[in-house]
């Protein structure tokens, strides 16, 4: 069987900008990577964005584009609203922009959603219908699939559980909710809880090689963090009960047994009936980024066609 | 055109069992309400039941019956584990048993599931896509629909709000996690705070009539339910991000304005970029059960039909 439909996946990070190539199998057949220069502004990176698409599909004839990147971001319109880490972006209409430049189909999602999709459908989650991504890394994000599909919402923020309410402390992080699971378990507040507790660390999940040597100060900051996630994901689990939480982001995937870790906390505060039927399983795919985009422009060309 | 498929809806309660019978139009076209007599246990309520559905159904072709009850219960197995106001029911096959002496397909779910349903289906959510149904009752329950499917998830735990942590205060309330919805916001939480401040009323819904009459005690504990439910709608619009939040139970719609002034609240929690995107309305269906019953058997058939 030859392949005939060819697809642009697109990883645009504040670090680096990925584009892949990739064929029906799943196969990705070209790949580039170039630093993303965020500080020139969106002109500039706009600009090397078309260049790096227009060489990966090169002598192909490309079904759509699909670009996981950092939010706030408007899904359904294809609009970026103002990423931290991307300065100099505000209300982008980067969807309309390369759909008119390249006359395919654009499709944008946040990263969190697309690592979420690509795990749901080549990575941990692969065999689940409810498949719940959390990312704990600088910041935490999440996203929610069902039956490979990804959930955005009425405002596309489902799954962004870093404002979801964990802790009965008002610790009071960026302009989320008192208390919130981002103020509590992210990679800045771990740092943040480190510093305040004279505890030396460059790196987050340094606490808990810290903790596992027996430092009592790191043992009550991953308690905390620990605790924060098991009682976000009981909650998430109360409101949709996935079949499946996935755990990625650079915190958790540098600490061995980060998940099992926190399945047991998790089995504390969710309903008995329930323990034991919720997998908690570490992220699988090293780079999520470019299937995931390709995935989810699929999914969303699939839906058109649908609805 | 004529109608040539039928359905039974049962709506089985503690203390009422309703029994109706649908047209594929949607409308009712038999009805029959009898009392539960729940304390004289499964058998008798199981030989009622059957004797309901047959003379509700009697001269049709019945296409399947679906069951709207309270849990815990396992609706993709229909089993009844031991619903609180069902007492003797402990791991009833009640799907199996119906499904053999009627020779029909026969589903169940929880009655919030079902109340959901109906309400996305018919009611206050039908225009939306993810439509989240709460029930402010003598205790809180919740369901999740997309697209008018039910979301039961893993463990048919989905939409099981009571759960879900809202409060700093540590109350303990049943078997729940401290600082639950449930015992923060459910009647029988709102009568025990009313109890506690020396405050005599016989049904919640009084607590907010008297804060309307300017009672200072009132308005404290009509604080503590309005903030609560709005801080568990922020999590569950941090999950899945619902189009509307449609509000329902004894409490809830005794209360004028209860909708409004929980959105109010609400939108506090919730990140800007979502706020006034999301609707709260109150539950239109006065009695959503049988519908929401029916539908429910309909949705099941056409997905087993799909898988």
């Keep these: 069987m030859l392949y005939k439909q060819y697809w642009i996946g697109v990883d645009l990070g504040g670090t680096n900008i990925r584009t892949g190539l990739m064929n029906d199998a799943g ?25 790096m698409i227009e060489n990966t599909g090169m002598g192909y004839e490309i079904q759509a584009i699909g670009i996981g990147m950092p939010g706030p971001l ?6 970026i ?32 959603n697309v690592a979420a999709l690509a795990e749901a459908s080549e990575g941990a989650g692969k065999d689940y219908p409810i498949v719940f991504y959390i990312t704990v890394s600088t910041g935490i994000g999440g ?13 596309g923020n489902a799954g962004e559980i870093a404002n979801i309410v964990v802790s009965r402390d008002s610790i009071k992080h960026s302009f989320l909710n008192p208390g919130s699971l981002e103020g509590m378990a ?20 340094e606490v808990f090689f810290l903790a596992e040597a027996g430092n009592a100060t ?29 755990l990625g ?54 839906r058109e066609a649908y609805e």
Tied chains: 1, 2.
């Design 27 to 51: 196969v990705i057949l070209r790949e580039q990577k170039e630093p993303t220069e965020a500080y020139k502004g969106s002109d500039y990176v706009i600009e090397k964005l078309k260049n």
């Design 218 to 246: 790191a043992i009550k900051i991953v308690d905390i963090v620990v605790d924060s996630l098991a009682r976000g994901m009981a909650t998430i689990s109360h409101v949709v009960d996935p079949h499946i939480f996935v």
């Design 249 to 302: 982001g650079g915190v958790s995937l540098a600490v061995p047994g980060f998940a099992e870790m926190i399945k047991a906390r998790f089995e504390q505060y969710i309903y008995e009936v329930m323990r034991s039927q919720i997998a908690v399983k570490p992220a699988q795919l090293s780079d999520p980024g470019i299937v995931g985009a390709v995935y989810m422009a699929k999914m969303r060309i699939e």
């Design 143 to 155: 996203g929610l699939c069902i039956n490979k599909r990804i959930i955005s919402g009425a405002t």
């Design 186 to 205: 992210s990679g800045i507040s771990i740092l943040r809880m480190a510093s305040e507790h004279g505890l030396k660390v460059d790196k987050a999940h």
């Design 81 to 112: 609203m103002n990423p931290i880490n991307l300065p100099g972006w505000n209300n982008i209409f980067l969807g309309d922009i390369l759909k008119e430049h390249f006359n395919v189909p654009c499709y944008i999602d946040n990263d969190c």
């Design 74 to 79: 408007n899904p359904y319109k294809g609009i």
